[in-house]
């Protein structure tokens, strides 16, 4: 034991007193390491799809249960389907589910899904249309691609050290670092992989909104000719 702290420049009464400061410093990396992730969840809430049978059934017997007059009923209602992560106006919902059922899909698709994630990029117009907010989409887009680069760069900066450390004479100190910028590695491509994820389905969001929009448009002029017979 003598030999290990020696190799790592310590000695026994130093190695005991830092344990403290290890543990301190493996519980600030790991907060550390959540901190991206953390952020697109921020971005990116994906909580409807795991929601259990009886709570998707209550939210579509709101969205669908026809309008209600009562202010504070109909606020209650809202909070009720943001809680299952529904964040679009009642009637926003209702074009979407209908245009899901049109489409013969009976449980949400990986489209809508992500429609439904990345509802801060949206607004509705008065048709209960959605339109890209061009702003937070550049927010949004920014942060997942300045987070990808920040991992692409992390990995490269890691495969050089990784190369110095296997240069080295073998010892304690020199496992421990190979082992560290391992871990280093996996997670950055893990993250790097996560943003491309991410990016693709802000796209996803897009293209289902635009599909909304033609399927909601044909609705109403549907109803607007049924209306001059």
């Known amino acids: 034991m003598k030999d290990v702290f020696a190799s790592l ?18 519980s600030l990396m790991f907060k550390l390491i959540k901190v991206p992730f953390k952020m697109i969840d921020i971005i990116s809430v994906n909580k ?3 929601l259990p049978v009886k709570d998707k059934a209550e939210a579509m017997r709101i969205i669908y249960e026809g309008e209600v007059k009562d202010k504070s009923i109909r606020y209650i209602n809202e909070l009720k389907l943001a809680e299952y992560g529904l964040h679009y106006p009642i009637l926003t919902l209702r074009v979407m589910f209908d245009y899901l059922h049109s489409e013969r899909l009976l449980s949400v698709s990986s489209r809508a899904n992500d429609f439904l994630k990345y509802h801060k990029v949206f607004f509705i117009d008065g048709s209960n ?6 702003k937070r989409m550049s927010i949004t887009v920014f942060m997942l691609s300045m987070l990808m680069i920040i991992s692409i760069g992390g990995f490269i900066i890691g495969i050089k ?9 073998p010892d304690v100190a020199s496992v ?6 391992i871990l280093s590695e996996i997670l950055f491509v893990v993250m790097t992989l996560t943003m491309l994820t991410e990016l693709s389905s802000v796209y996803q969001a897009t293209s289902f909104a635009k599909k909304m929009r033609g399927y909601n448009s044909e609705e109403i002029f549907k109803k607007y000719k049924e209306g001059l017979k």
Do not use: W
């Open 9 to 26: 420049g310590l000695t026994i009464p130093q190695a005991i007193a830092a344990v403290p400061i290890f543990i301190t410093l493996a």
């Open 48 to 50: 409807y799809v795991s």
């Open 129 to 134: 249309n959605p339109h890209l907010s061009k």
């Open 161 to 169: 050290a990784l190369v110095e450390t296997l240069h080295k004479s």
């Open 176 to 181: 421990v670092q190979l082992v560290i910028y």
